[in-house]
């Protein structure tokens, strides 16, 4: 009787083997499992798991506190905003005899009011470590007479920054009027500006030709009446992220310098200011009737300011962010440039020209900027000069303080005539 081979037996095999196709050589036999060495990425990753557990665990303590601190920051925004809002809406409803008596100085007093609003806003960023830097001309030294500021626009942190940067130029923002998007006229923040005279305006070609009649009129019946100074404009129409793309179709299509930090300005709303608040020349000095009327109210517009606001490593900070403060402590760096009126073209093709001019200048500033971590000297010089805007802390606490006592002190006074009438 013949034993039949075990599988795994040299007989077994060497029996395989003669039942195998012919030309196909034997798999080389595998390694025992505990033997093989462990494969390469696999330990990376492992590693790598370990490293990124690690980073979380000790970053658990500074995110929590992140959280923390942006929950009671809201609460205080929200607060805040209640007290502050209705304060004023208060104030300037128990005002309006005097409006009807001396509507100067109803808006001065209302122009007062709105520099706080705005200086408790700026100040939301101020202690989140948001501060700013200012570059180029000090508009300190027109912040009496009518400009025009053309901001390049890149995220709601935007308004946010000017806020706090014309803070301590005199009363600048208390006679400023902004344009900005109609969809901020349904923020919190709305009412206020309707009240102080802001003008909102609707984006987009089906609204163009109406908002600038719009627009127009606007200038016509507040900004006289109501003493403004200054107008802060942003020309590009829209966010930096949002019109880039289409801005540069169009450059493209028209044989213009393609732009990357910037898009090209839209004219229509800066020819209309222009129209409307500079005095036509006539042989190189205002007309009579101009002439007359500025003598009795104000010189006119005197100055375009070209502001550019940049950010470090091109992240723009939003609205979310400068409320919050979950960011970390960060300059915005702010350039100036005057340009008197009178260098300006008012014409509509020369005034096109000007502001494509003055994008094209913006771009440059902002690729040295993202390039160096600084703007260019002007011409003529060998280094830029920066000066650090600062708040004062004791101003802050003085306005707060007068917003929460106001507020209490409304509450008291609604609450005692509801009970008389109730």
């Given at each position: 009787?013949?034993?039949?081979?075990?599988?795994?037996?040299?007989?077994?095999?060497?029996?395989?083997?003669?039942?195998?196709?012919?030309?196909?050589?034997?798999?080389?036999?595998?390694?025992?499992?505990?033997?093989?060495?462990?494969?390469?990425?696999?330990?990376?990753?492992?590693?790598?798991?370990?490293?990124?557990?690690?980073?979380?665990?000790?970053?658990?303590?500074?995110?929590?506190?992140?959280?923390?601190?942006?929950?009671?920051?809201?609460?205080?925004?929200?607060?805040?905003?209640?007290?502050?809002?209705?304060?004023?809406?208060?104030?300037?409803?128990?005002?309006?005899?005097?409006?009807?008596?001396?509507?100067?100085?109803?808006?001065?007093?209302?122009?007062?009011m709105y520099k706080w609003l705005?200086?408790?806003?700026?100040?939301?960023?101020?202690?989140?470590?948001?501060?700013?830097?200012?570059?180029?001309?000090?508009?300190?030294?027109?912040?009496?007479?009518?400009?025009?500021?053309?901001?390049?626009?890149?995220?709601?942190?935007?308004?946010?920054?000017?806020?706090?940067?014309?803070?301590?130029?005199?009363?600048?923002?208390a006679q400023m009027m902004w344009?900005?998007?109609?969809?901020?006229?349904?923020?919190?923040?709305?009412?206020?500006?309707?009240?102080?005279?802001?003008?909102?305006?609707?984006?987009?070609?089906?609204?163009?030709?109406?908002?600038?009649?719009?627009?127009?009129?606007?200038?016509?019946?507040?900004?006289?009446?109501?003493?403004?100074?200054?107008?802060?404009?942003?020309?590009?129409?829209?966010?930096?992220?949002?019109?880039?793309?289409?801005?540069?179709?169009?450059?493209?299509?028209?044989?213009?310098?393609?732009?990357?930090?910037?898009?090209?300005?839209?004219?229509?709303?800066?020819?209309?200011?222009?129209?409307?608040?500079?005095?036509?020349?006539?042989?190189?000095?205002?007309?009579?009737?101009?002439?007359?009327?500025?003598?009795?109210?104000?010189?006119?517009?005197?100055?375009?300011?070209?502001?550019?606001?940049?950010?470090?490593?091109?992240?723009?900070?939003?609205?979310?962010?400068?409320?919050?403060?979950?960011?970390?402590?960060?300059?915005?760096?702010?350039?100036?440039?005057?340009?008197?009126?009178?260098?300006?073209?008012?014409?509509?093709?020369?005034?096109?020209?000007?502001l494509y001019q003055r994008f094209?200048?913006?771009?440059?500033?902002?690729?040295?900027?993202?390039?160096?971590?600084?703007?260019?000297?002007?011409?003529?010089?060998?280094?830029?000069?920066?000066?650090?805007?600062?708040?004062?802390?004791?101003?802050?606490?003085?306005?707060?303080?007068?917003?929460?006592?106001?507020?209490?002190?409304?509450?008291?006074?609604?609450?005692?005539?509801?009970?008389?009438?109730?």
């Amino acid at each position: 009787m013949t034993a039949t081979p075990r599988p795994g037996t040299p007989a077994t095999a060497a029996a395989a083997a003669q039942h195998r196709a012919p030309g196909r050589r034997p798999p080389a036999p595998l390694a025992p499992a505990l033997h093989r060495p462990p494969s390469a990425p696999a330990e990376k990753d492992r590693t790598d798991a370990h490293v990124r557990m690690a980073v979380t665990l000790e970053e658990a303590p500074w995110l929590g506190w992140i959280l923390v601190k942006a929950l009671l920051r809201f609460a205080f925004m929200v607060a805040n905003n209640l007290v502050a809002l209705l304060s004023y809406l208060c104030y300037v409803i128990v005002l309006q005899p005097l409006r009807l008596l001396d509507s100067k100085r109803f808006w001065y007093i209302e122009g007062l009011m709105y520099k706080w609003l705005l200086g408790m806003v700026a100040s939301w960023g101020w202690y989140a470590g948001y501060t700013v830097m200012e570059w180029g001309d000090d508009i300190k030294a027109v912040s009496k007479d009518e400009a025009v500021m053309l901001v390049n626009h890149q995220a709601t942190g935007d308004v946010c920054t000017l806020m706090m940067c014309l803070q301590d130029k005199g009363l600048v923002v208390a006679q400023m009027m902004w344009l900005m998007d109609h969809i901020f006229k349904y923020t919190n923040f709305g009412i206020v500006s309707l009240i102080h005279g802001d003008f909102f305006i609707r984006q987009g070609k089906s609204h163009r030709d109406q908002q600038l009649l719009l627009l127009k009129k606007h200038l016509e019946n507040n900004y006289r009446s109501r003493d403004r100074k200054w107008i802060v404009l942003f020309p590009e129409g829209g966010f930096l992220r949002k019109r880039r793309e289409t801005s540069q179709a169009f450059a493209k299509k028209n044989n213009l310098p393609f732009l990357t930090h910037v898009t090209l300005p839209r004219i229509g709303a800066t020819n209309i200011i222009l129209s409307a608040l500079v005095a036509r020349q006539e042989n190189g000095s205002p007309s009579e009737g101009d002439a007359k009327e500025l003598e009795s109210k104000s010189k006119g517009l005197q100055w375009i300011i070209d502001t550019t606001i940049a950010y470090p490593k091109a992240e723009p900070i939003d609205i979310q962010t400068w409320i919050l403060g979950y960011r970390k402590p960060t300059v915005t760096h702010v350039h100036y440039r005057i340009f008197p009126i009178k260098d300006v073209p008012l014409e509509t093709d020369g005034l096109s020209d000007w502001l494509y001019q003055r994008f094209i200048e913006k771009e440059e500033l902002l690729s040295h900027f993202y390039e160096t971590g600084a703007f260019p000297p002007p011409k003529g010089q060998k280094e830029a000069v920066s000066r650090e805007m600062t708040l004062s802390n004791m101003w802050i606490f003085l306005i707060q303080s007068f917003a929460f006592l106001s507020g209490y002190m409304w509450y008291k006074i609604i609450q005692y005539f509801y009970h008389c009438l109730f």
